[in-house]
Structure formats: C-alpha cells, structure tokens
C-alpha cells in the first residue's frame, strides 16, 4: 500500500522533521520513539509501513529541505548524524516540495492544486495520497454564509474574493482530488459544514485538529486525576515560550486567542467546569524549538483544605509532533482503505480540539483509538480514490 | 446499614482528619469534597451514609480528639470553624479510642483486640466493623516461617517472640472478630499467607496497600501518557520533603525504602521498565503537613530529542488520605455486605502498592473501581461475618 | 520622636496588616520579622520606636478597620491571634481613616486634605506626620505642561479639569501640609517637576516609587550575580498570578504596562542590556493574597553553552510590603528630622522604579542605605514642618 | 607574562572544557563568556593574556584530549565546530598531560612530580606555573599529627604509608617546585597547617577550595537577600541530580557528606543560623554533564506569615568551572608576580568553601575581589618562583 503524504507547509520544522525521521526510520537508522503506530497495542492495524511513505508538499519558502535539516540539527531538534546520512533521498523528496500555486479566484487556484496533487499520485503511481496541514496558524474566520454549503461556497470561489482562509481551500482542493485530509494546526482546515459536504459525496475521511503535543496532553491526563478523585479544580493558568516556526505566529493576538482557546477546553470537558485562569503564549525568539510551558493548579480538597501543582514542560515541539504526523498518516489512509468516510472521531488521542463529541481525557481516547486500531484490518477490494 | 470504622492510630493526623470531616458531612457543613464514592460514577453503589458512620480506635497517645483537631486546624489542615462546630461529636467519639492492649504473649493481645472490636461493635449495635490502618509505617520484617499457615502462626503467637509486626497483629484481630480489615499504610497489614488463610476461612475481605494521596497519583496518570505516546522515559528522580506526623518516621532509612520501593513500582508497572533514579523522602519538620515532592522526568522522543517535565506538588496528605479512609470504609463494608471475600484487587485505585496482578495505570483502576461500584447493589440476605 | 503615619488607602490590605503590626510589635505580641530598621545594620539611626506611631488615612471604604483585618487572618495574611489581641487598639484608629474629601477643584480638594493632617497633627501632638501612598496603582497620566513648574500647575488646579492624578494630588497636599511623602506604588505621587519644586521650597524629603516586595526583589539579587560572573542573560520571563488587592487593578492593561515595565528596568540597568522578554500580570481572583510568580532566565556561558534558571515566588505581598511600610516612615521622619530634603536617593532598597541615578543591585542599594542610616543621628534642634 | 597552567586531571571534562576554551580564546574564536577577569570591573589588573597560556598536567587516563573534546561535543559541552578548529593544538598540548607518576614512598612520588613541573617550565620557558587542581573530589582524611608540621610532614612521607590524600600531594609538590597552587575541588589540597608553612617558607600563594558554579552561587546571593530584608529562613532544601564526570564519586557517601557540608556553610555564614534541611547529590547516570538542582526555601516573614521560594537550576557544571579555571590561574599568577604569598582569600568569590575569615554573600566577595584586582599592577622586579 503506497501512500503519499502531502505536506501544506511542507518546508516548515514539523514536515523536515517528519520527513527526515520517515527516511531515517526507512534506512533503519532510528528507532520508531514517538510513533504511536508501532506500540503493540495498535500492532492488529494493517498500516502502511514507513517504507511506503512518499512525501510531497506545497511551501512558499525555497530554502532547500537538506539546508532546513541542517538548521534544525543546530537547534538540537535532529541529529546532525541523521541528517547527513539522509541527505541523498532528502534532496530527491526536494522536487516535490512545490511553490504555493495562485490564480485569479480561488476557484482557478484550488484546480491548480488539485493537479498538483493528482500529478504527485501518478507520478509516483500511489495507491493514495493523504493531505496534511502542517502550516502556520491562521488567524480566525468571520462567520460566512458561503461556508453553509458546498454549492453556496463554490459559487463565492468563482469571484475575486478570497472566501476561503488557506487551510480550509487546501482541504477543499485534497477532498476534490480524492485525498482524506488531516488539519494537524489548529486552523480552519475541513470544518465548515460545506466542506463536510463535500467529503462525504466524495466518501472521504478527514481528521484534525491541532496536534497535541505538550501541556495540553499533560492536561488530558491530570484534570480527569483531579475529577475522578473529586478535588475541586479552582484555577488553572499556564505559559507557553517559545521561539521556534509558528512562536512569532502565535504571539498574535488573533491567532493566540484560538490556539489558547483551544488549550482550555480540555479542562471544561473533564472536570465539568472551566476553572478560572487563561493560557498565555509568548513568542521570545531567543528559546528556539524548545518550548518551555509552566502551568499552576490550585484545587480544594477535604473540608476546602487548598493545595499546589505546578509542572514545566520542556519539549521540542517539532520532535513532538513530527511521529503523529506520521501516524496519522498511516491511520488515515488505512481508515480510507477500510473504506471510512467523514470524520475520524476516533483520533481524538492526538488532538487539542478533536471532532465530534468525543471525550478529552486521554485514557478514553487512547481506548477509543486502539479499538479503532482493531477495526483497520485489510479490505478485499479497496476503494480507489476519485 | 450502621458501620463501625475502627481505626488503628485514631488519634494520628489521618484518623483525625476523617473523623471531623464525617462528622462535618454528616452535619451538612461540609461538601464532600475528595471522597470518590459521592461522584455520579459511583452513585450506582449501596454504601452506608456519613451518617452511619460510627468511629472508634486503638492509639498509644491520650491526646483528647478536640486537642488533636484544633492543632490540625492551627496547620490549616481543616477549618477552625469547623473544629468548633463538631467539638461535642468529637468529644464522644474520644471514650471510643482505647489505649493499646497488651498482653504477655501476641495470641493474648490479639485476644484483647478482638475483645475491644466485639464490645464496640455490640454497644453501638453495628452491622458491621471495618478495621483501618493508618498507623505510622513500620520497618519491613524479615520473612518468618510462621507467616505461611494460620496453624504455625497462631502456634508461634502463644511463644513470648513478637512474630507479627503490629499492623499484622490487628489484622489477624480483625479478621477473628469477623471485621474487614484495610492497610492504608506499606506496612505489612494483611498480606501474609497464614492471614490470607484466616481472611478466606472468615469469609472476610481486606484491602490495601498505602494510600495513593500524591506524588504517585501523579505517577499513575504521567507514566501511562508517556507509554501512550511511545515516548521514553529515561529518569524519574523524585524528592519528598514533609514535617507532619509521618514524617520522621519514614525518614527512618528501613521505613523510607519500603515507601521508596512502593513509589517508583508504577513506573516499572506501566512503562514496561524502570527509568533510572530513585525517590527520596526527607524529614524537615518546619515544612509541618503540607509535603513537597518535586520530580523531575526526562525522557527521549522521535529520533533521540532529550526533553523534561518537572513538577513540583505541594499537597497535605491527611487531608488528601482522610476522604480516601471514608471511601474504603464504605466500599469495603459494601462488598462484605455483598459477600465478598478475600484481597479486593478492585481498590487498586486507591493504592500505591495495590493487592493482586492489577494495572497501575489510574484510568485502568478507575474503571475497576466504577465496574466494582456498579455490582455492590443491595443482597436480600446479608451474611454476617463470624 | 512621635510620628503620624498617614495611609493614602488606610484601609487596604497593605495598610490594615501595617496597622496590625505595628500594634502588635508595639504590644511585644510578635518579633519584627521583615523589619529592616531593626536589622544591626541599621541600628546606629536614631528612628521613631514602633509606640511612638500613630495611624491615620484617607480612604473611600467605609469597612471598619477589624472587619477587614479579620478578613486577612482568614486569609493567612495575619495570625487571627494578634487580630484578636489588638482589636481595641484598631477600633481606635478606625476614627483617623478618614473618607476621601473632595471640592469643586483639585485647588479645594487638596485644601481639605491639607486641614485632614493638620487637624490630625495637632489632635495627637505629633512631631510630624508622613504621608504614604498605599492606595491602588494608577494609570500613566499623559505629560500635561502644567507639570513643568509649581506655578502653572496650582493656576490648572484652580480649574475644573482634574490635573493631577490621585497619588500626586495627595503628593501636593502633603507637602503643602508639611509633610514628608512616601510613593510605595507605581503611580505618579511626587514625580512631577512641580512638586519637586515644592518639596525644594519646604525642605521636605519624598522617596519612591513601587515597593520591592518579591520578584523584583528577587531580580536585584540574581541579575548582579550573573553580571558578575560574566554570564550572558539571554532572555528573562515572568508570569505573576495575583488575585488579592490590587490584582484586578493591575490586569488593566494601563497599569500593567507601567508595572511591567518597572518590573524589568532592574535588568537593564544591571546587566548592561535587556534581555529578550516580558513580564505578564494576570488577575486570578481565587489565587488571593499569596501571589505566585514565576520567571525562566536563559543564559549563554563559556563558549555559548545554554544554560537555565527557573523560580517560583509564593509569597504574601501585603505581608511582605507591611513592614517596609513602617521601615519608609521610620527612615523617612528620621530623614526630615535630620534636615534632608528632596528625594532620598539612598532609599533605593526599598523600590523596584528608585528615585534618582542609583544603584539596581540589591548589595550596591544595601550599602547605600545603610551609610544613610548611619548619617540619621540626632539633631539639637530639629526643625519642625512648616 | 607567560604562564603554564599544570592540571591535576588533564584529561577531565574541566580541564579539556579549559583548555578547548582557551585555545579558541586564543584564536579569537569565541568570547570570552563566563570569565570574570575579563570584566571591565577587573580590568585594572596586569594579567597574562589568553595567549601566554601553555597547558600541562597530570592524568591517569591515557585517552587523547581530541577524543574528550569531542565526547564533550556530543554531550553539548562545547560546540563541535570549536572542537574541530582547535583540533591541531589540542594535540599539541596532548603530550604535556602526563601519565600519574609513582614511587615507593610519597616523598619520592612528590620528587616525580617536582620533577615533571620542572621539566615542563624549563621546556616552554614559563614565567610561572600554576598549579590546579581539578581532579575528582576524594573522601575527607582523618586527622593525623603528621599534619601539623612540615618537618613531622616530610618525615611521614618518607615512609610506606601513603599519609597524605593525593591532592595534598601535589599541593606539596607544586609549593616545592615553586608553584603556586589552587583547589578548585573540596578535597583537602594545600588546606593543611604543614602545607601552609611549606607555603609561607616557599613564599608561595595558593588558593582555593570547591569552584562555586551552580547552586551554591545563588544561595550566595539569595542568603543576604533574606538577610538583608530580615526574613526568616526556616528551612532550605537542596537535590542535585547529576550525570557527569565526577557525579559517581560524589554519589559516594564520602565524598558526598564532605560536598553537602560546604554547600550548605554560606547558609550559617550568611543568615546567622542553619536552617533545616540539608543538600542532597544523586547520581543519576543519563542526566549527563548537565546538572539539574531543586532548592526549595521556606520562611517566615512579617507576623511569621509563611511563604516559599523554589528554583530549579540546570547548569552545565564544566562550561561553568572552566572558565573560573582560566581566571584563578590568571589571578593566582599576577598575585605571584605581585609578591604575594599564603592564603589568597580576596578570591573568596570564586569558591564554595573559602580560605580564611571572609565574607559568603557574593556581593561582598565581588568587592574584595575588585579591589584585590585592582592592586594587581605590574612590578619593577617581579620574583621568580624558587
């Protein structure tokens, strides 16, 4: 089962780092850490293997991906040793890196990405392609009634305006070339209801969205401790540095609200209540690809006796996010070729704001997703994409 | 359904916290804040109310209960007001702790025990008693051949030798008076094969080990989210820092390395092998009730990348273990009611060495404990224990 | 020597735990913890006994003074005890906390204000009588020419247009009353070339502005010790989480700014640069009168190796500022009494914003407030205020 | 003024993280950050230059400074690029590091070593030769009366008992060869009475001990911060988790006892008492080279209101010692040329442990070390060692 993996933002840390750990793993020249996908509880999943796995992406920066590699190896992100051994196939994955495409109305530049991507399957003769979004964060939409349907909306991408934000044009255009599509940030990607639409005539999954990768994830398991043991959470603030790629990005006040929007709602879905508090999130660029998130609960216990936690995490966000990418990845095509469609509310264990009403507490993700795992078993004749 | 709760160390931090706060709960000035049998997943269960509680214990101390609660209340361990509001409860429940008896031989004074558990149970006319350890930790004793068959332990306690350590000995106690016998402690309580001989030949069942308030409740969610996400733990140093009670005790280096030992097992349990570094307990007796514990954790993701979680906990453990001793109370005399005999391994959830082959991860023990809960429903016919 | 100790805000949190103390070490009921006049350091000054003190204010609260300083032993922020003990004393001077007086015109208002300590002075015989601002910080005012000089500002305040902010209007009025003031907050007070004008013309001594009272303090310790050792403060990060006092008042985005901005001026000034970084305020109400702060300091050494310091500050601010509330008055009358005037430069200790080219360092500012103390001997005939 | 710098432990992560430093110094290829004599505040003294320097010493290992450096490489010590520029003269210095001489007796194994710092400035033709030592922490020796004086000393060492621990050896030796000597390390080195005559008659300066580089350096500057501001420190808590180099040995409870003790004498020399708590060293192999400290400070303030401070430090202790290695020799060599002899105890500011009756606030230690360096100027008839 060949699979391309389409990379918006395909030049960005998160792809190199997947990118180079994919052929890292290929070559056998690391261990699978990270990757959820090779823990044995997920082994019954017939996924396809790292070895299966081409990449191609759309970027707007030129820098070749070896000299990206070779910035993160500085940062401590990869090995410099792993890089060196990768350059060959890391300078072939190159070409496939493409400019992002532009015309006259979205319309016109969702058919340029969509031969884009039929012209990578073909080429490269994939069984399929799965388009993951790996990009900046956006800031917010205004509500439009363009996005209520799919014939309202492809009516507004025929005009000049720009109707839809890029992470959701680009899901637009990998539903349209019969690619599932996965939005690993926490932008718009496929969730407007017309772009539901469209998946669903196409009988296509997606997933997203915003990969959780640090203090979110830590929240997932410490708020259902503190529910099932009854301690009352009274606040809980947090405070994310950080330097790297998306960092500058984020300390914009748009796009921040979201992303710690987003952050919170783990602690509303577990403990049945949002504790006062906020997440803050600042960008000083001196701190690099490590970020540093400091986060203090207090909570009341027995007869309102209140008490302390605090954590640091210090966590490369790349590194973090680089083996989901690779898992979902796999997870999505082969749900794809288990012939699903829609949303994939089973992969909530790898997002801060998941589809669907699912649960936010890790534990029940993480049964959810194995059984999930269970279901992926090899299908007699599996269904080519349009 | 009257239940007497029998505490060995009633006049301890512990014993204290959780006789005010019955007392307050059962008065209605209290919320029942950190008892995991008031959340709806465990409503399906027929427990005794706060108001059927009647306490009493042994303790070597003749400190009055009210003396005790206030300096609790002066440590900020329970309110003032409270203390004041319960003052007259608690001074009847004083003439129910007695001294400790102690006779020439263990065979004697295990008779004195039962003697004390039956008076109490038939003056206040309880269905049941259940008998609770939260007495200070004892050293770890050598193996013994009277620990293997109730017939050569009962033989070596007629001899002048102390064979049992004394949590040991007011297991043995209990279960001849036909009470339920719980260690909240990691001393060594029930678990030796001559008392799990005495328990299933009383058809009587007991619980422990060692009350899970902090640093490992941590443990039990952290470890399981790094198994979760492949990620590899590679160090796990922890440092305890606590003045209360307990304290100096466990600073005692035979006492500090069983509570050690008992600490780092949920790692080896749920990551599949144990990280270096150890868990360190410190006596610092300025720092009173309100233990410190910080850990540091490091651990390595995709491709190699070293990262960190530090936390640091600032709990107070009587006030964290008091509401857990009102939950075990209750499920353990709710499942004697039921009929249940022998280790209840269901309890894992509340333990940080927990009796049988159980997971250790707490969203695993959680659904033990809520599946538990939902089959202590009412039995026609209650069968008294002996 | 007795001195009146005028509160601008007599009855907020800082104020009330002042009064309490005072009253409390004037009763021998509590040691002078945090009291830098009673170090050995400082003993050579010749300084007003803490029973020499007499309390008044201005407040727009009508809250009696035992209310609210029963409040703060709720808190923790006070031993219920000592509040207790000196409940007669504070019923006593809840008569000079006085409402806040207000005219037509600041020229009229500062009239009123002026006969307050007058008739406050004369009532209670006092040698004289500091005024301290106490009350909640301010927003930056915009530079108004009428600031320039005394005569342009008294010919705006005969106006209906309210020049001058609150803590300056008080500035005005103290001087003009004769007496010494003390800015312990961010805001304006004396800092305005007017009222240094004025202070010049009545040879009074002001000191200022924003008490040091946690991670400033911290910072004046710690940025001098990396400048010394020659290591490079990359980036330095706070996050203060409040919710007592003047909390709320702060998370106004106008005040924060003054405050933040305050709050890393120590590092410019000792370090020789601003290392990247801010710091954040955040009002969370249920945090209360224990402020937790937390900064991460990245640094570069030998070669550029990265390296890390992390803190957390859980300290009470009220209880930390109290006895610096009384230090100020102390130093300041002993200051007046010594013939000084103008700025005391050497108080720099105390302040985060200091008056005057001085010394950020905590050690150099130690030095220089010691030397004063040291100069505080008795005069013959000291001058009485105008 | 050129300067052989002789270092016992040549091979160790100190000494290769020196002279890789040095070497880059020298080339211009890094700054020099980290080293105090480079401040501006240091600049008045007549110091070698980075270039004077010529590296020797002593070591037991045989493995090639070239393979040390770049295991420190790998480790993030230094950086890789530095490592390769330097690789030539890193070679070059290779042959000065001497395997450890021996003898039958210790006076003839200090002959040895005489013999070798002889050689080695007569071959580069040295000014001076400073002697460091950087090896690893030994156990503290028990008393001997052999101690007491050089004449008891000599005799000793003349027979087979080895009296003397070897870094007092080579302090021995170097005073005999004309060396002045420095402790960088809490071994016992030239801190004997019979040494300190040896050094007196020689007219030799020597200095020392334990390079203070992590958290013994902020508690030299957060000590007289409580101090200063009158806060009771009730207690202070240490856990340093170490990897590197030395960290098995100090993990030895010896070497570990002697350790803690000198980190935790600036508390009593600072605050005036010993608060509870005490310093804890774990060896914990995976941390590495980067050492990670937790201090947790508890104290009273005003009224005993109770509050905390923690700080995590996680330091690289090599890149921190290295650079003070380069100043101590620099120092140690401008005092020799100055004239002086004995204790150098104005270098208070470089160690944990100190010579002489002197202050343990670095603040203080800054001062003496400013206006020592200040009398460092160049002599008309500097005299050579004997």
């Excluded at 699979?3 to 030049?11: C, D, K, N, P």
């Excluded at 990449?55 to 910035?71: I, Q, R, Y």
């Excluded at 288990?338 to 936010?360: I, M, N, Q």
Aim: aromatic share 6%; hydrophobic share 45%.
């Amino acid at each position: 089962m060949s699979l391309g993996v389409w990379l918006v933002g395909g030049r960005g840390s998160v792809a190199v780092t997947s990118i180079v750990g994919a052929l890292a793993l290929r070559a056998g020249l690391a261990a699978p850490t990270g990757c959820v996908t090779e823990l044995p509880d997920l082994s019954g999943a017939d996924l396809p293997g790292f070895g299966d796995l081409v990449f191609g992406g759309h970027d707007p920066s030129a820098v070749p991906l070896t000299k990206k590699a070779e910035a993160l190896a500085d940062a401590g992100v990869v090995p410099a040793s792993l890089v060196a051994a990768v350059h060959t196939d890391l300078t072939a994955v190159d070409a496939d890196i493409r400019p992002l495409p532009h015309a006259a109305t979205q319309a016109a530049t969702a058919g340029l990405i969509v031969a884009d991507l039929v012209e990578f399957r073909e080429r490269h003769r994939l069984d399929r392609v799965v388009v993951i979004n790996v990009a900046s964060t956006e800031p917010v939409p205004d509500d439009d009634p363009a996005y209520e349907s799919l014939a309202r909306l492809e009516t507004a991408m025929t005009g000049e305006r720009q109707v839809l934000p890029p992470s959701a044009l680009y899901a637009y255009a990998a539903l349209r070339a019969g690619c599932p599509y996965v939005d690993f940030t926490p932008s718009t990607g496929a969730r407007l209801p017309a772009l539901a639409e469209l998946a669903e005539r196409q009988r296509l999954p997606y997933a997203g969205r915003d990969g959780k990768t640090g203090e979110t994830l830590l929240k997932s398991v410490l708020a259902p401790m503190f529910a099932q043991r009854h301690l009352e959470v009274r606040t809980w603030s947090g405070f994310n540095l950080l330097g790297g790629g998306d960092g500058a990005n984020l300390a914009d006040p748009a796009a921040n609200s979201a992303k710690s929007a987003s952050k919170q709602r783990v602690l509303q879905e577990t403990l049945g209540q949002q504790p006062q508090g906020t997440v803050r999130i600042e960008y000083v660029e001196d701190i690099g690809n490590f970020k540093t998130a400091w986060d203090l609960v207090t909570f009341a216990g027995f007869l309102g006796t209140r008490m302390r936690l605090e954590f640091t995490w210090h966590g490369c966000d790349s590194a973090l996010a680089a083996p989901l990418v690779l898992d979902l990845a796999r997870l999505t095509a082969a749900a794809h070729a288990a012939g699903r469609s829609g949303p994939l509310t089973e992969l909530a264990f790898f997002f801060k704001d998941p589809l669907g009403d699912v649960p936010h507490g890790l534990a029940d993700q993480w049964r959810l997703l194995t059984e999930f795992a269970a279901t992926l078993t090899p299908r007699s004749d599996p269904e080519a994409a349009a």
